[in-house]
């Protein structure tokens, strides 16, 4: 008997994907433990504390950029999510037309156009409005975020559209429902798990943004890894490993109720 | 008197494939309370159909009207018919009762009129303690009682099926055929049923048109299309049928006599309004064919096979001109047919049993 093709029996399997998650896990595995260190350094271990999260909590610093990073994700993930909405039911919901694959990749740009390039050509675009109107307010950042998130909306959501039985939409119409109600009464209750799943990873994405906000921020408008980026140029505390270690726990969460969401039969 | 649905030169061809005639100006009257089948093979454009009368494609040409109403420019949400869909299409997030209340809610009804008309259909479908389960914990068969019940409960001039029984298994399907003729005569209500299994077909209908390649072949009532096929694809496809040549020697109105191989000369049936001349193909179905000795038989053979079914008995007959021939005939314990096989025999039919066939 032909004996089954099984990776794992491949010479060096083991120590390949050993290396790997060690050096995936290690690093942030270390900045956990550290995030601890009762001592100032992030190299030498002194000891348990929790006297970098109590000092992160007191920064009114770390505070402010905390509010300004939750106001703008949570903005440009309820905008970027809106849009996706309705530009995925205009993918899915329409008889193919022509330019529609064009249309489907102007979506997805964010996800293909470098980061950098973005960051430069919103600066310069937002360098001109701000001369012109003299408005220097959050309302860049969150338009900006909205923008790059919309795709990582956009995709779960679209793939639920398209799971979904088309037959469901056109029994609905054929019960005399005119067509925005078969939206709010059909495509809608059982798009919500998509819907949610998309708005989640758009605000995971906003949180962690470092490239174009670095770019696009006034002065004083630092968001929580902007500032931690500035610190870094400074002196290094374990003040960075604690915040990174509570941004961490709340990416994880947000990530594992993705994966139910995306997983949830209606 | 108007036809509850008439369709007019209604012709379908889908953007995506120019060069396929999905529905070729078909035109049919169908009338009121009537269970009007559309039989056919996949692909023979019996689903365009009805979907065109649902409004979930537009003709390309040709007309659609209701009672008289031209229906082509209204929005499915807007005609007064309803839809059992193939894969019944329940709501997956409502209750039993919501999907059956869920068309006379869109029409705006009262909720009194709604509770009212919902306890009657799920009596109807017999469905009553069910009404509070989840689409989702219910059985093929009861999900296809609320397919039906929910398209019913609006009370539509023209119910709509496409192929609702293909799901479900044997035994349910005999019974389901059973109850959809009795919701029929019960509700009086025009039954459109898409299907392209023929003994459905048979079973329920007042008339069938059968269909195949985007063309109707036939319209007739269950016993025309099955002892009268006007065509060969009829013949074929409804039915087992044994192909006969001939040669048309007289004809007057439907009645033809025409001579066979063998020289002998019958009496067949020509189709409405046909007047063909020459070689033809005569339909005999082997349950309407008997076999004899060779001398009174109109078509001499040898008798090359004896199958035994049970309740039938099915003998192949290899017959001197070259085809083959089956004649079956019915068990009965007191009795046999006296050949075996090698057997010299004759084929015989009755008068008015072969059909003339058009090509």
Known sequence: ?266 | MTAAISVRNLRKVYPGTPDVVALADASIDIQDNEFFTLLGPSGCGKTTLLRMIAGFEHPTSGTLTMHGEDLSDLPPYKRPVNTVFQSYALFPHMTVAQNIGFGLEMLGKPKAEIKQTVDEMMELVKMTEMADRQTGQISGGQQQRVALARALAPRPRVLLLDEPLSALDFKLRKDMQLELKRLQMETGITFIFVTHDQEEALTMSDRIAVMSAGTIRQIGGPRDIYDHPAERFVADFIGDTNFVPAEVATHKGTDADVTLSSGKVVTARMPEGEQMQGKVTLAVRPEHANISTEAEGLLPGTLSEVVYFGTDTHYHVALDDGTGFVVRRQNRPDETSGFSTGDRIGVQFAPGVGQVLRD
């Open chain 1, 1 to 266: 008997m032909a004996k089954r093709f099984d990776i794992q029996r491949m010479p060096g399997f083991k120590t390949i994907a050993a290396v790997t998650f060690v050096l995936l896990y290690m690093p942030i595995f270390l900045l956990v433990i550290y995030s601890f260190n009762a001592g100032t350094s992030i190299a030498i271990w002194e000891g348990f504390s929790w006297r970098w999260y109590v000092s992160a909590w007191d920064n009114q610093q770390v505070q402010d950029a905390t509010v300004r990073s939750l106001i703008i994700a949570f903005w440009a993930s309820a905008i970027s999510t809106t849009l996706a909405v309705l530009a995925a039911l205009a993918t899915t919901r329409t008889p193919k037309f022509k330019g529609q694959s064009a249309v489907f990749a102007m979506i997805n740009q964010p996800l293909m156009v470098p980061e950098i390039v973005t960051a430069v050509a919103l600066l310069i675009f937002f360098a001109m409005i701000k001369v012109a109107t003299g408005y220097t307010g959050l309302l860049y950042l969150i338009i900006a975020h909205t923008a790059f998130c919309i795709p990582f909306a956009y995709l779960p959501i679209r793939a639920r559209l398209t799971g979904m039985d088309l037959a469901l939409e056109q029994a609905a119409a054929d019960l005399y429902a005119p067509p925005f109600r078969v939206f709010t009464r059909i495509t809608l209750p059982q798009l919500w798990p998509g819907i949610l799943a998309g708005a989640m990873l758009a605000f995971v994405i906003s949180l962690d943004d470092v490239v174009i906000t670095e770019f696009v921020k006034s002065a004083g408008q630092d968001t929580l890894p902007t500032y931690m980026l500035g610190q870094l140029r400074r002196v290094v505390t374990p003040e960075v490993n604690a915040i990174s270690t509570v941004l961490l726990g709340i990416s994880v969460t947000m990530v594992v109720a993705f994966t139910a969401l995306s997983k949830l039969k209606t």
